[in-house]
């Protein structure tokens, strides 16, 4: 067996789920790129008219594989779309692709989930925990396999302030198999209306499953060679293979996009709880690495008799609060303001959730109104109102993340990059106690204005993003110098009726 991540990857054949993702695309780059692998069998969900290996090559024209395609040309020719569906009893993948898997396979990284923090129980059942077993299942009938990745999250456990690298069977109420038999017994809808006392102290329909997928490895990986990767809030790349490069919206990166529009004005959010996010790239390299150690611990000891859980998470020494982070989008909001803007962008910060309805209505609702209302008189179909009652529900599904803090044990993956070789920390390197947060959030926001608000990095685009910044902040300090000058003159009217 070959030394080093490069080393083990080389001619090997690797199953991803979950890899038309983020985290996804971003594994399968670099695997590409970086390694000699041989083959990826990608599990892809069909879509209706759409051959599913067409849906591969769309990535052709998808901005994280320039570098690659650019080295590589032929590069995604390795790249092999499985038919499959995680909400599929049988995972929906064909007797004939099993058994192709069952024969070629060395790697399996599982990273397909549903992420949506308030899916409902049923499917986030489904898709995150008996899909889990399924691929465990399937992981048994491969002759060849070597490693196994089961990606998770670093708050599969968040209702405990103190996080260690190990398994919590002990929070659940009911165990993984428990629950995945009822949902056998019991309609979706019956299960769903048994969510809050099924979910219990777990803040969303996510964690608890992510809870319960992990209580499914515990009890049922037997000796297969595998590992939990659990990763905090995944972010924008840092610097590969583009800065800050980000292909949708999700946690922080709304917050973001929200507040450069000038859309979101208000929200829910303790500047002092720590923000505990990770580049993508950093994210893939530890995958990669688990991998390499998992089988490499495989060979050297038989089998790994209890699944080492490595969690990746801001350093001790080099946290980041939701402070700093705010602070910092300020900075950029000022340097690189977006070419389209609904208002001038500013986010007020409510600590006392009881006040965020009072502070929402006046901030988002009541000029959603307005906005709505001149639209109409244009013609145009009315978007605000709709747009800010989700954003709303998305701030209250986010509440418990954005005002408390969590202190992750990341001692296992630590010790994991001691033992790297000085070659793979060149190119697998993911030591965050070292990341310059500063230049980080700098790449990505620029990634945000450049991918998600299709701006594109020219002086031109700048200076006009500015010019309209200008504009919004002149029309938004006349506006609430109007509102006070209004508030002040019916508080003085009252006091003159009172005397």
């Not at 594109?456 to 902040?473: C, D, E, M, N, W």
Request: with cysteine.
């Amino acid at each position: 067996m070959d030394n080093g991540i490069q080393g083990f990857f080389k001619n090997k054949t690797v199953f991803l789920t979950g890899g038309t993702g983020f985290l996804g695309k971003v594994i399968t780059e670099k695997l590409l790129r970086t390694t000699e692998v041989n083959r990826i069998y990608s599990l892809v969900r069909p879509k209706r008219g759409v051959p599913i290996q067409e849906r591969i090559f769309t990535w052709e024209k998808d901005p994280i594989f320039e570098v690659l395609l650019k080295v590589k040309p032929d590069a995604l020719q390795r790249v092999c779309a499985i038919s499959g569906d995680c909400l599929e009893p049988d995972l929906g993948i064909s007797e004939s692709d099993r058994r192709i898997l069952a024969a070629e396979v060395h790697v399996v990284i599982h990273g397909a989930a549903t992420v949506r923090f308030d899916e409902a129980l049923h499917l986030s059942l489904a898709i995150n925990v008996r899909a889990t077993r399924l691929m465990l299942q399937l992981a048994r009938q491969m002759t060849q396999l070597e490693s196994y990745v089961h990606v998770s999250t670093a708050y599969s456990n968040c209702i405990v302030e103190d996080i260690a690298e190990r398994f919590y069977p002990e929070h659940l109420n009911c165990s993984a198999d428990k629950i995945l038999k009822l949902g056998e017994l019991v309609s979706a809808e019956v299960l769903d209306q048994m969510t809050p006392a099924l979910v219990a102290n777990f803040p969303n329909t996510y964690t608890y499953t992510k809870a319960l997928a992990e209580d499914v490895i515990l009890q049922e990986a037997g000796d297969l060679p595998l590992c939990i990767f659990r990763p905090a809030i995944i972010m924008s790349t840092y610097k590969e293979p583009l800065h800050g490069w980000v292909d949708n919206l999700f946690g922080p990166m709304a917050l973001c996009f929200g507040g450069a529009r000038g859309i979101m004005r208000v929200t829910t959010v303790d500047k002092k709880a720590k923000i505990s996010m990770v580049p993508a790239d950093f994210c893939v390299n530890v995958a990669l690495a688990c991998a390499w150690k998992t089988a490499e611990c495989s060979v050297q000891k038989g089998n790994v008799k209890s699944p080492p859980i490595y969690t990746f998470a801001p350093s001790e020494g080099n946290l980041l609060t939701y402070g700093d982070f705010i602070r910092s989008l300020v900075v950029y909001r000022d340097l690189i303001p977006l070419t389209k803007m609904l208002w001038y962008p500013f986010v007020f910060c409510i600590t006392n959730q009881s006040l965020f309805p009072l502070a929402a209505f006046f901030f988002h609702t009541l000029p959603g109104y307005f906005f709505d209302f001149l639209l109409r008189l244009k013609g145009r179909k009315p978007i605000l109102v709709d747009l800010y009652r989700k954003i709303h529900k998305n701030i209250a599904v986010l509440g418990p993340f954005s005002s408390s803090s969590w202190n992750f044990d990341t001692k296992n993956t630590m010790r994991l990059r001691e033992t790297m070789s000085k070659e793979d920390l060149e190119i697998y390197d993911f030591d965050i106690a070292l990341l310059d947060w500063h230049d980080y959030l700098k790449s990505a926001m620029y990634g945000m204005r450049l991918y998600i608000g299709k701006d594109q990095p020219t002086a031109a685009s700048i200076a006009k993003g500015l010019k309209l910044k200008s504009r919004l902040k002149i029309l938004h300090y006349a506006f609430t110098s109007l509102l006070i000058y209004a508030a002040v003159y019916v508080l003085w009217s009252l006091v003159k009726l009172v005397v």
